[in-house]
């Protein structure tokens, strides 16, 4: 019999342990060309670029040396709020301050009306409203365009799922890891799902963040609106614990329990 618990106790023990291979990150994975430390990898070249879509959000600036014309293209206040803007939720200044895309692709602006952008780049999209501008008014008018931040949704094994906002114009996945919060020690590294968003639809894409290839990927910058799925292991944690350690803490405490209940009773017979 007491034997027979050791054994049990080894293989819980065995069943809980995890390599880590399975939870470093960029590693030099057997069957790739190893990238050494200190050597220099380029960005893969992407010949993909984001196009603006219905829903987007964009922050408009406007620069004219009419200061009168120029705050015809300001929403009221819009200056007074954009002091601050910072990379936590998804409810950013630019909700309140930019210019939604409809569902047909449009952006009402003042005194212009409706002006298509959706399937535009950024750039595009700045050219076609520079040029809708000096259409209607003599003066130049400076614009500049952007889209209210990078927009990315988690879910899965991180420790804060949800849709978050990252305020840069580019951003690894790296970055966005760290916004969601470190993957959890069950997350299957190996296989991180990311669904892009593409003019008219969208793909699933799977990377692994343990190959240290993942710096030359074409996914290694996020894009606006992309959704990242970490799966759970079929390995799974014993009782409520919250990690492997409590874990590991209940199967030794109640191991040990069942050892000192078999030792009292065989000291009674």
Same mark, same amino acid.
């Given at each position: 019999?007491?034997? +027979?618990?050791?054994?049990?106790?080894?293989?819980?023990?065995?069943?809980?342990?995890?390599?880590?291979?399975?939870?470093? &990150?960029?590693?030099?994975?057997?069957?790739?060309?190893?990238?050494?430390?200190?050597?220099? *990898?380029?960005?893969?070249?992407?010949?993909?670029? &984001?196009?603006?879509?219905?829903?987007?959000?964009?922050?408009?600036?406007?620069?004219?040396?009419?200061?009168? $014309?120029?705050?015809?293209?300001?929403?009221?206040?819009?200056?007074?709020?954009?002091?601050?803007?910072?990379?936590?939720?998804?409810?950013?200044?630019?909700?309140?301050?930019?210019?939604?895309?409809?569902?047909?692709?449009?952006?009402?602006?003042?005194?212009?009306? =409706?002006?298509?952008?959706?399937?535009?780049?950024?750039?595009?999209?700045? $050219?076609?409203?520079?040029?809708?501008?000096?259409? &209607?008014?003599?003066?130049?008018?400076?614009?500049?365009?952007?889209?209210?931040?990078?927009?990315?949704?988690?879910?899965?094994?991180?420790?804060?799922?949800? +849709?978050?906002?990252?305020? =840069?114009?580019?951003? +690894?996945?790296?970055?966005? /890891?760290?916004?969601?919060?470190?993957?959890?020690? #069950?997350?299957?590294?190996?296989?991180?799902?990311?669904?892009?968003? &593409?003019?008219?639809?969208? =793909?699933?894409?799977?990377?692994?963040?343990?190959?240290?290839? /993942?710096?030359?990927?074409?996914?290694?910058?996020?894009?606006?609106?992309?959704?990242?799925?970490?799966?759970?292991? =079929? *390995?799974?944690?014993?009782?409520?614990?919250?990690?492997?350690?409590?874990?590991?803490? #209940?199967?030794?405490?109640?191991?040990?329990?069942? #050892?000192?209940?078999?030792?009292?009773?065989?000291?009674?017979?």
């Amino acid at each position: 019999m007491k034997h +027979t618990l050791i054994w049990i106790t080894f293989i819980l023990f065995a069943g809980s342990c995890i390599s880590n291979k399975r939870i470093t &990150y960029l590693q030099n994975l057997p069957g790739n060309e190893a990238i050494e430390l200190n050597e220099f *990898i380029p960005f893969a070249k992407v010949d993909y670029r &984001y196009v603006l879509q219905p829903f987007d959000i964009v922050d408009i600036d406007f620069a004219s040396s009419n200061e009168e $014309l120029t705050k015809a293209f300001e929403f009221q206040g819009s200056r007074a709020m954009r002091g601050g803007g910072g990379g936590g939720g998804a409810g950013d200044i630019f909700y309140f301050t930019g210019y939604s895309i409809d569902q047909d692709g449009d952006i009402l602006l003042p005194k212009l009306g =409706k002006v298509k952008i959706a399937s535009l780049t950024e750039e595009e999209a700045r $050219l076609k409203v520079q040029e809708a501008i000096s259409e &209607y008014f003599k003066e130049e008018v400076f614009v500049k365009l952007r889209i209210g931040g990078i927009r990315f949704t988690a879910l899965g094994e991180f420790s804060r799922s949800g +849709t978050l906002l990252i305020m =840069k114009n580019r951003a +690894t996945i790296f970055d966005a /890891l760290a916004l969601a919060g470190e993957s959890s020690i #069950l997350a299957k590294k190996d296989k991180l799902f990311i669904v892009r968003q &593409y003019d008219g639809g969208a =793909k699933i894409h799977q990377i692994n963040l343990n190959d240290r290839a /993942l710096l030359a990927s074409e996914f290694y910058f996020i894009q606006p609106n992309d959704i990242l799925y970490l799966e759970p292991m =079929k *390995i799974r944690q014993f009782g409520n614990a919250d990690n492997f350690s409590a874990s590991l803490g #209940l199967i030794v405490s109640v191991t040990t329990s069942l #050892l000192l209940m078999f030792a009292l009773i065989s000291g009674n017979l």
